[in-house]
């Protein structure tokens, strides 16, 4: 009974291509967010949306694109997928502390 | 400089072992201080989070902070091979929504 769900768990896709991430959470939390870890484990903000409503939105390509249907998912599109974005993608929840993690995404570009 | 630092590792001590890991931050505003563990290829899950300067204890774990010296420590006790892992401080202003994360420190311990 996981209480944050991330699909796909590894993504492997050509440069170029589009992906989406999906994540569900089963907590009753109000803030959902993605972070993106990188290869040396530092884990970064990228969006917030609390109740359906985007609150951070960090400095990243607009090749990014958050979309949250209802509070209890949250999905991330990757538009033109570069090498560059290769990383861990974790989706977590929280209401309003601490942050529940999501298992990760692990998207490889080749 | 980053706003928050992070001892990097690796680290590997023998069982038994008491282990230190420590994080240190620059904005003074920071009031909010938590611990997660991540074990390979698996999401971070929250260890220890406090408010205060001081001491909180949970099992074999004690998280210190020294706001004075705007400094964290998370101490393992009697530590355990199942204690292998990547060890993250995260530190933030005033909730979950405002946190930055320690670059993680990765801990083996040894049988």
């Known amino acids: 009974d996981t209480a944050v769900s991330q699909t796909p768990k590894y993504l492997v896709t050509q440069m170029g291509n589009d992906k989406s991430i999906k994540c569900e959470q089963n907590l009753g939390h109000d803030t959902m967010y993605w972070y993106k870890q990188d290869s040396k484990k530092f884990l970064k903000i990228m969006f917030s949306y609390n109740n359906k409503e985007l609150i951070i939105n960090e400095t990243v390509p607009n090749r990014f694109s958050p979309k949250s249907p209802d509070k209890a998912h949250l999905n991330l599109h990757i538009n033109s997928l570069e090498l560059g974005d290769s990383a861990v993608y974790f989706c977590?929840?929280?209401?309003?502390?601490?942050?529940?993690f999501g298992q990760g995404t692990r998207l490889t570009v080749v | 400089q980053k706003e928050v630092e992070q001892d990097p590792g690796p680290l590997s001590v023998p069982e038994g072992a008491i282990v230190s890991l420590n994080c240190t931050y620059s904005n003074s505003a920071f009031q909010y201080f938590m611990w997660y563990r991540q074990y390979s290829r698996k999401g971070p899950e929250l260890l220890m989070y406090?408010?205060?300067?001081g001491n909180k204890e949970d099992g074999r774990f004690t998280a210190q902070v020294d706001k004075s010296s705007k400094y964290i420590s998370l101490f393992i006790r009697d530590s355990q091979p199942s204690d292998s892992a990547t060890y993250l401080c995260a530190i933030g202003t005033g909730s979950a929504r405002q946190l930055t994360f320690g670059s993680g420190t990765q801990l083996t311990v040894l049988p």
């Open positions: 406090t408010y205060s300067s």
């Open positions: 977590a929840s929280s209401h309003p502390d601490p942050l529940s």
